[in-house]
């Protein structure tokens, strides 16, 4: 399948390996009509955009941003869409987010350490440049020292929830992330549920703290997988959305941009309500 929106990409702003200049030229040669940069805690990326977008008159920019936040034994991210960068309090927060993932960064290189697995602190802080660091550039630094064979490899075993080297991030619920996304003007959006322990229960958790739609299209979801959850979006008045979650990172298995993505309706439906929340 091939999609003329995606609204979940990344950028050197957090994890994803492209600049945000080659992401826009990417996306528009991909045949794009709208795009959102959804970077980790960062809003960072999308100056250079906006920027890099007004050579492509046809594709449009959504500024976006994905949270994380812990649910008891599970992890979900929230993504949030037309949001306004230069809100000051959501501003604040992503800056101690940011400084929280860099302790827990060093804390997951120390623990690995006493693993026996020795990867320099300086390599991690080099993949990340000045992006908001990640678990995958600890698994780049452990591919670079010959670990792994990709960086997905360092997941099962050391830096997933259930790793050798996990270490828990700033404490965020997904109440709280959708609170920032909505304060700041933005429509915030379920990322990835198949990714939850049980997604069933999982959506229907969380289906009363203000979001406004969910991802149905995803990465490789297979066709049951999306018509599942476009079922439980009707079921719950959510917006399917969705997107590539492309970061470039190197996976095998990874999909580009447009591969996988919602109707182009979906982009006014979301700022719809972006607009009214404010
Ligand atoms: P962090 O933001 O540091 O918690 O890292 C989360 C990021 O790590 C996700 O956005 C993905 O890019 C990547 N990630 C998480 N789990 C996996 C996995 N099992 N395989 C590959 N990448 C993963
Ligand atoms: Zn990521
Ligand atoms: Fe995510
Ligand atoms: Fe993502």
Same mark, same amino acid.
């Given at each position: 399948m091939?999609?003329?929106?995606?609204?979940h990409?990344h950028?050197? /702003?957090s994890d994803?390996?492209?600049?945000p200049?080659e @992401? &826009?030229?990417?996306a528009?040669s $991909?045949?794009? %009509?709208a795009i959102a940069?959804?970077?980790?805690?960062t809003t960072?990326?999308?100056?250079?955009?906006?920027?890099a977008?007004?050579?492509?008159?046809?594709?449009?920019?959504?500024?976006?941003?994905?949270?994380?936040?812990?649910?008891p034994?599970?992890?979900?991210?929230?993504?949030?869409y037309?949001i306004?960068?230069e809100d000051?309090e959501?501003?604040?927060?992503?800056?101690?987010?940011?400084?929280?993932r860099?302790?827990?960064?060093k804390?997951m290189?120390?623990?690995?350490?006493?693993?026996?697995i020795?990867?320099?602190?300086?390599?991690?802080?080099h993949f990340?440049?000045?992006? /908001?660091?990640?678990?995958p550039?600890?698994?780049?630094a @452990? &591919?670079?020292?010959?670990?792994? $064979?990709?960086p %997905?490899?360092a997941?099962?075993?050391?830096?997933?929830?259930n790793?050798l080297?996990y270490?828990e991030r700033?404490?965020l619920t997904p109440?709280?992330?959708?609170?920032?996304i909505?304060?700041a003007?933005?429509?915030?959006?379920l990322?990835?549920?198949a990714?939850?322990?049980d997604?069933?229960s999982?959506?229907a958790?969380?289906?009363?703290i203000g979001?406004?739609g969910?991802e149905?299209?995803y990465?490789?979801?297979?066709?049951?997988?999306i018509?599942?959850?476009?079922?439980i979006a009707?079921?719950?008045?959510?917006?399917?959305?969705g997107g590539?979650d492309?970061?470039?990172m190197?996976?095998?298995?990874e999909?580009?941009?447009?591969?996988?993505g919602?109707?182009?309706e979906?982009?006014?439906?979301?700022?719809?309500?972006a607009?009214?929340?404010?």
């Amino acid at each position: 399948m091939s999609a003329v929106v995606d609204l979940h990409l990344h950028t050197l /702003a957090s994890d994803g390996r492209l600049s945000p200049t080659e @992401l &826009v030229r990417l996306a528009a040669s $991909q045949g794009l %009509k709208a795009i959102a940069v959804t970077d980790h805690d960062t809003t960072d990326g999308l100056a250079e955009a906006f920027e890099a977008a007004r050579r492509f008159p046809g594709l449009r920019i959504i500024p976006g941003i994905e949270l994380s936040a812990d649910v008891p034994g599970d992890e979900v991210h929230v993504l949030g869409y037309f949001i306004n960068p230069e809100d000051a309090e959501l501003q604040a927060e992503l800056v101690r987010f940011r400084e929280g993932r860099v302790d827990r960064a060093k804390t997951m290189v120390e623990k690995l350490g006493q693993l026996g697995i020795h990867v320099e602190w300086e390599r991690v802080q080099h993949f990340a440049g000045d992006g /908001a660091v990640g678990r995958p550039h600890i698994a780049m630094a @452990l &591919v670079e020292a010959g670990y792994c $064979q990709e960086p %997905k490899d360092a997941f099962p075993e050391y830096l997933g929830r259930n790793g050798l080297a996990y270490v828990e991030r700033v404490k965020l619920t997904p109440a709280e992330a959708v609170g920032m996304i909505r304060r700041a003007g933005g429509a915030a959006v379920l990322a990835h549920p198949a990714y939850m322990n049980d997604m069933e229960s999982g959506i229907a958790s969380l289906s009363g703290i203000g979001l406004a739609g969910i991802e149905v299209h995803y990465a490789k979801y297979r066709e049951d997988t999306i018509r599942q959850l476009a079922r439980i979006a009707r079921q719950y008045e959510l917006i399917p959305c969705g997107g590539s979650d492309y970061h470039g990172m190197g996976n095998s298995d990874e999909c580009l941009p447009g591969e996988n993505g919602p109707a182009l309706e979906t982009v006014d439906r979301l700022e719809e309500v972006a607009v009214a929340g404010r």
